[in-house]
């Protein structure tokens, strides 16, 4: 990815582009594109590296605003932009906040568009106009929200909120159509299953043996026999996120007893003893089927202060379509807590906040990135459609064994929250967007290498 260039309208001629010397070509170049919109034109290199055009181009191609943009060049056609669209559900009729509380995270991600070169919007199923291939997609600057006419983007980047919605036929065919007939590529397509996710690094040797014993469907016995071996274990839904629906069961030898913590519905942190584990699942499982759940071995963690901790490790992929660590944010449970949420009452600290010695910070540092790199290439290898960043949910126990607990592919951002923390926030939008460069340059050269 080449450093963007600044975009300037010309008022006063016609049909024209304007594009740097050193700007080289096989071809004579005839045709400029922007997203699914292109025209013919003429063009003339200039000493200045910086893109002129003239208004009618401009408006012909429905560009929204002056902006530093990437240039590519195929064939006969320079292709400006990217054009990335957002796809996303939960729209308000806010003109302030047109998509409710994600709105700042919306508005911090379209930020980072001049810095990469970029013109990025977020749109819903609503906003697209299939006859006149348009969408009236949301753009953020300096002035806030504005709604603008755009063509169909490169590349939509899915940020649709939740299992729930995603599973939506309506926006399952948006989907398909968007890719299969106008050839849009999408990143991020999916959230992940935790027991796919668990059987795709169980075959991988490199991996493996950072996976916690883990079983679908889980029998009483299968739970009895994973308590008599590891003391403690966890109960996921198989679909779950953000630590909702999470059971730890405990047994006690001495009091010959079953412990569960959990959350209930009332947002308050649950200890309850059972005499029987049928007692157990039989109570707190009434309106819930076990089948749907995943059973986990329980991992005793390092702990600070007598609370367990864990580490929340983001990937993305770069400008060169390359995996790299964004960011790296420890969690403390809180009191009585199943997990280290922060909805659960946990505290997000940085890794020198935890590991105050310099050298055995580094050290787990360094064991965590190598660890987070490795998943997120098998992952990416295994998964289908094109991954551009994952959330993973680290544990190294009392004997510094590092232990995978989930993977995201649509992480949550609360540990930005911290302060130390906000710059890698920054970053990690920014890497969406270079990969969302990235890949449309890949579209636009070797198709082939996308649409497999």
């Known amino acids: 990815m080449i450093a963007p260039l600044s975009l300037t309208i010309l008022p006063d001629e016609v049909g024209t582009i304007y594009i740097p010397a050193t700007i080289e070509s096989n071809s004579t170049i005839q045709s400029v594109a922007f997203g699914a919109s292109s025209i013919k034109c003429k063009v003339v290199h200039q000493e200045i590296e910086e893109i002129k055009m003239t208004e009618d181009i401009f408006h012909e191609l429905k560009i929204p605003y002056t ?23 939960g729209f308000s009729e806010s003109t302030i906040r047109p998509i409710g509380e994600r709105s700042l995270f919306f508005a911090k991600l ?45 590349v939509i980047y899915d940020r649709l909120p939740n299992r729930r919605t995603e599973s939506l036929r309506s926006l399952q065919k948006i989907k ?85 913590r959990y959350r209930d519905d009332k947002d ?15 109570t707190l499982f009434q309106k819930r089927r076990l089948d749907t759940y995943i059973v986990q071995q329980g991992i005793t963690l390092i702990r600070l202060n007598h609370k367990s901790v864990d580490f929340r490790v983001h990937t993305n992929k770069d400008q060169n379509g390359n995996w790299q660590v964004s960011v790296i944010a420890a969690k403390i449970s809180g009191r009585g807590s199943v997990t280290t949420h922060l909805n ?28 987070v790199l490795t998943l997120s290439e098998v992952i990416d290898t ?41 710059k890698y926030d920054t970053l990690s939008n920014q890497l969406s967007l270079k990969y969302a460069v990235h890949l449309t340059e890949k579209t636009i050269k070797n198709p082939q290498d996308v649409y497999k």
């Open 382 to 422: 295994k998964q289908e459609g094109n991954i551009g960043e994952i959330g993973f949910d680290i544990g190294i126990d009392k004997n510094g064994k590092v232990w995978l607990f989930e993977a995201n592919s649509k992480p949550g951002r609360s540990i930005f929250a911290h302060p130390k923390l906000k």
């Open 67 to 89: 902006n530093n943009t990437q240039i590519f060049l195929h064939d006969d056609t320079l292709y400006l932009g990217p054009l990335v669209g957002i796809f996303t559900a």
């Open 176 to 260: 398909q159509r968007l890719n299969d007939e106008y050839l849009i590529p999408w990143f991020n397509p999916g959230f992940f299953n935790k027991w796919e996710i668990h059987q795709i690094l169980k075959s991988e040797h490199q991996v493996s043996d950072f996976l916690p014993e883990t079983h679908k469907n889980p029998s009483f016995s299968l739970i009895e026999q994973m308590l008599a071996k590891y003391h403690h274990v966890y109960l996921k839904p198989a679909n779950g996120s953000l630590g909702l629906g999470i059971y730890q069961i405990l047994y006690s030898r001495e009091d010959e007893a079953y412990y569960c």
């Open 268 to 282: 308050v942190n649950r200890l309850q003893k059972f005499s029987t584990l049928e007692a157990l699942i039989n």
């Open 344 to 371: 659960n009452g946990g505290v997000v600290r940085t890794v020198d906040e935890i590991f105050q010695d310099s050298s055995e910070c580094q050290r787990i540092t360094k064991s965590l990135e190598d660890t």
């Open 110 to 154: 379209l930020a980072a568009e001049k810095a990469v070169g970029a013109f990025v919007f977020i749109f819903g199923a609503q906003h697209i106009d299939w006859e006149k291939g348009i969408i009236q997609g949301f753009f953020y600057h300096k002035y806030g929200w504005e709604q603008i006419e755009v063509p169909f983007p490169n």
